[in-house]
Each structure stands twice: as C-alpha cells, then as structure tokens.
C-alpha cells in the first residue's frame, strides 16, 4: 500500500478511555494518543457502574487534543472505530439514551437471579442446571456461568427497576452504544452477542435463539441486528461530527470487544497464536478454529474479529487492578518512607517506573510471598465472586518492596494457572504475545517469561493494542490492508524475553502452593464475603 492514511480509533476501557491518532502505509505508526479517566462507581451490593456520557465525553475531548496536538487536519481522518471492554448490560430507549447507569462487566450484583435461573434445580453439572446448560452449550457453545453474566444483569434491572426496565428498547454493549451515538444505528457485533449467551453460533443457524430467548425469559425484541466486527457500521452523523470535531460522513467500522481487538492487535492471527492481556482485568487468550468450552475451568471459545475463528479465552477479573491498589495503597500512601529518591508531583507513570526499578532488586520468589490477584473475585480457571486477595507467608524481614514484587508474581501465577487450562485443549506455543499496560514494564515481562517458562513477545506500544486492531479493521474495511496475514506484518515486536531455566524452577514451587490457596480457603471467603 502507497497511500497514506490517517485513523481514529477509540479503545474503552474501566478507568478511561484513549483516543489513539495512527498513520497507515507500509507500516502501523502511532501518531498520538490521549487517554482521558473517568470513574468506576463501586457499591457495597457488588455493583460496578458507569456513565454512558463519561465515555463519549472522554472520546470527544481526546479527538481534539491529539488532532491539535498532532496538528492533523480533521479532513484527513479516512475512518474511525472502536475496542471496548466488554459485557456491561446498556439499555437504552427508543431515542438512544440509557434508561439506567451501564452495569460493568465487573458488576456481581445478579447473584440472586443467578442462581434462581441457572444455579438450581436437578440434575446438575458443574452447580448449573444441567438442561438448561446442556441446550446453552449445544446451541451458543458457551453458557452464562456467573453472576456477572449480561444476561443476570438483564434480569436484575427487571426485578429491581421495572420502571427503567419498561423504557427499554434495545439491549447494547458498550462498543454497540459508542456505534449508535456515532451513526444513530442501533446493532451488535457478533463478539458481544456471543456474550450474551443468547445468540446461536452453529454454522448455518447465526441468529438470536428463539428457543434460549424463551429458555432464560428474554424479550427477543429487545436484541438488536447482528453484525461482523469487520462490517461498516455506519457514518457519522452532523451531531456526532460536530461534538468530536470530525468531519460529517465519515465511514464508522464496527470494530469490537477488546478480546476481539487486542487479538488483533497483537499479531495473533495464525491457528492457535496465543496472547496474553494485563491491562485492568487480564486474560490468556489461544486463536483457534472452532467452537471449544471448558465447563469446568470457565473457559469458552467466543467469535472473534475474523470471521470462522474464535478466541478461546480465560479471563482474570482484576489484573492491572491490582499494580493500582499497590501504586494507591503500598506505594504512594508512604512513598518517602520506604522508596528513594523522592518523586517530585504526582505523576502515576513515574511512580510506576520507580516501582518497578525497586521491585528489580528483590529476588524472585519475593522471599516466600505469595499474592493472590483475587480483588473482586475471579472468574477463570474457578469463578467465584466472593473470592478476595491476600498476601500470603509474610515474616518479620518481609519489606513493601518484597510485597510489590509478589504482586507482580501472583499476576504471573495466575496467567499460568489460565494457560494450564487452555493447554488442555490447544498446543502449546513455544513463544506467547504479551500486551497491555503491564507489558510496557520489562520486570514484569521477565516475570511473565519466568514464570510461564516460555519466550514472551512483546509488540512495540503494548498498551495500544486493542486501538491497533481496531486500525486494523478500518484498513481492511478500506481495503486498505489486503487480507489479514498483511495485518499481522504491521504488528512489529518492540522487545523479546527468554525464561531462565533455574528462576522457573524456584517459580513452579510457589505456583504449586499459589493454587492449593483458593482451593483451602473458598470455605472462608464465602463466609466473609457472601452477600445475604
């Protein structure tokens, strides 16, 4: 490709959302980004909410700080699209407006209609009802398997707020909402239906499931159209053009699910490329061919951004989280004390970067500490919202310096505890992709390799992955990118990290303990945690 184009795409995340400006040739070029924040509003039922406004408010003033600050006429913006967290319940009225809050994917309020729906009953696999998710499995390949599901959602603002409930016209996503306020058309990209558990993905049947719908009392007429990642949207409308600072008609390409995206931006295109994703939650996620679940191990392989694959996927609820409760609560809380040389301001990057050069003086292991990176409970390789994290085997000479390391280890432990899983069903890969914010630190890369005893590969701007597979989509859709094995050459390796032999030794001893810690304390956690 000669031309020269020039993209924006928007990636929403739990904490903020980044405008990423790319130029497109011969090479993918990150020309500026901005992320802006916005809050996660937590409650004590379990909820994780946010507002739909917050997130366009962030895209609209991120538009305009990297077109000024990059100096990039607005006319040349040839496309824009969208990587979104996925599996928030949005339901929004006949004019587009939510009728409540967004329920994040993080929201575990829906325990109740959970378990009255799916979790009772006789016989049962797995706690599940056994026929409902034996028709689940054979029609979706997956199933709604935790509280935190869309679906549970869906019936928790039924029974709990009928009045917004009876607004409803169309159940989103959070990239389908984005989609609707850029073009005012209403759709769902096939990643987020399979989500929903609700939607068939048999070759042949792709459709809204008439008989699920009816299974788990669904209005079907809520379930907007379908589409494919790849698909164009829309154009933006004078509206939407006009609060961005864009240019009317642009050409809007779906986009998706930061899964699907991330996936895409990480080069892991080819059967069975497997990547790993640190960024608020985490994941390890195998491209593969064909429909996969792992009941037991809450493993489900859900449609990704090409067409006939799908992304066999483990998710971790809090991963980065947990560098954020460490830069919050042990670093910064008494930083003076205990770490040197002094940070001037108050910026959260330098504070990142000096913990990681401490943490670097530690011994792997952290002297026999173990973390559990459990904050809001789990969901792959056992789901459990009650379970919680913990620093475990603390002495007298343990420092905050040894507990931030373990920090970075417990993250490590559990994305091996995920890969064990999906290796029950997918090859091994010799060396693994590794994206996301915490792949921008080179100790945690190390970690990661040492621990996981494999090669870690990780793409140059890590934390923009999920922006640069929905560049990716724009280019195909433009036709600017020839076909997807030409997208993955654009995806250039920034950095590579090799396992050292004896350090994973030391490592595989901890692991063995680090899982034997959920499985002798669940009884305990569900005593503390439960909400009656």
């Known amino acids: 490709m000669s031309e020269i184009i020039h993209l924006l795409t928007y990636d929403i995340g739990t904490t903020s959302a980044k405008t990423c400006l790319f130029e497109m040739g011969k090479k993918l070029v990150l020309i500026d980004s901005e992320a802006v924040g916005y809050e996660l509003i937590t409650s004590s039922d379990g909820g994780a909410e946010q507002r739909a406004d917050d997130w366009w408010d962030a895209i609209c003033k991120g538009t305009r700080v990297v077109l000024d600050r990059s100096r990039c006429d607005k006319e040349k913006i040839a496309a824009i699209s969208f990587c979104c967290q996925m599996q928030a319940l949005i339901l929004v009225d006949e004019g587009g407006a939510p009728v409540r809050n967004p329920m994040g994917y993080m929201d575990g309020r829906a325990v109740r209609q959970f378990e009255k729906n799916f979790a009772s009953g006789f016989p049962r696999i797995e706690n599940l009802n056994a026929v409902k998710l034996l028709q689940a499995l054979y029609i979706t390949g997956g199933a709604a398997a935790t509280a935190k599901d869309p679906l549970w959602k869906y019936h928790w603002v039924r029974e709990n707020e009928p009045n917004a409930f009876a607004r409803a016209h169309k159940w989103l996503d959070v990239r389908d909402y984005l989609a609707l306020r850029c073009t005012g058309n209403a759709t769902m990209t096939r990643d987020s239906a399979h989500l929903t558990f609700l939607y068939d993905t048999r070759k042949g049947h792709e459709q809204w499931s008439s008989r699920l719908c009816s299974l788990f009392d669904v209005d079907k007429n809520l379930l907007p159209e379908v589409k494919e990642s790849l698909d164009k949207a829309g154009e933006l409308t004078s509206r939407a053009a006009r609060e961005l600072g864009l240019v009317k008609g642009i050409p809007v390409f779906n986009g998706g699910g930061d899964i699907s995206m991330i996936a895409l931006g990480s080069g892991s295109v080819d059967l069975h490329d497997t990547h790993i994703y640190t960024g608020t939650s985490g994941w390890v996620i195998a491209n593969v061919d064909k429909r996969m679940v792992d009941v ?237």
């Not at 460490?326 to 770490?339: C, E, Q």
């Not at 945690?444 to 989509?473: F, K, Y």
């Open 296 to 532: 037991h191990h809450f493993i489900a392989a859900i449609c990704s951004a090409l067409p006939g694959r799908y992304n066999y996927a483990a998710e971790q609820e809090t991963s980065g989280l947990c560098l954020q409760w460490v830069r919050d609560h042990l670093a910064k809380d008494s930083i003076g004390i205990y770490l040197e040389p002094q940070l001037t301001g108050d910026s959260s990057e330098a504070l990142y970067d000096l913990m990681n050069e401490k943490v670097s003086q530690i011994e792997p292991g952290s002297g026999g500490v173990i973390f559990t990176p459990w904050l809001h409970g789990n969901r792959a390789p056992r789901e459990d919202a009650m379970a919680r994290g913990m620093f475990f085997n603390i002495g007298l000479h343990t420092g905050k310096r040894a507990m931030i390391r373990s920090v970075l280890e417990g993250m490590a432990f559990h994305k091996r505890w995920m890969l064990e899983a999906i290796e029950k069903k997918v090859p091994p890969q010799e060396s693994l992709r590794f994206v996301g914010g915490g792949a921008k630190s080179s100790v945690l890369c190390q970690i990661m390799a040492d621990i996981l005893g494999r090669q870690i590969q990780v793409p140059r701007e890590p934390q923009n992955a999920g922006a640069a597979g929905a560049a990716i989509v724009c280019g195909l859709g433009l036709g600017a990118i020839a076909s997807i094995g030409d997208a993955k050459s654009l995806v250039k390796i920034g950095s590579i990290h090799e396992p050292d032999p004896k350090t994973w030794e030391t490592y595989t001893k901890m692991f063995t303990v680090f899982k034997q810690l959920y499985d002798q304390n669940k009884r305990l956690f569900w005593a503390l945690n439960r909400r009656k």
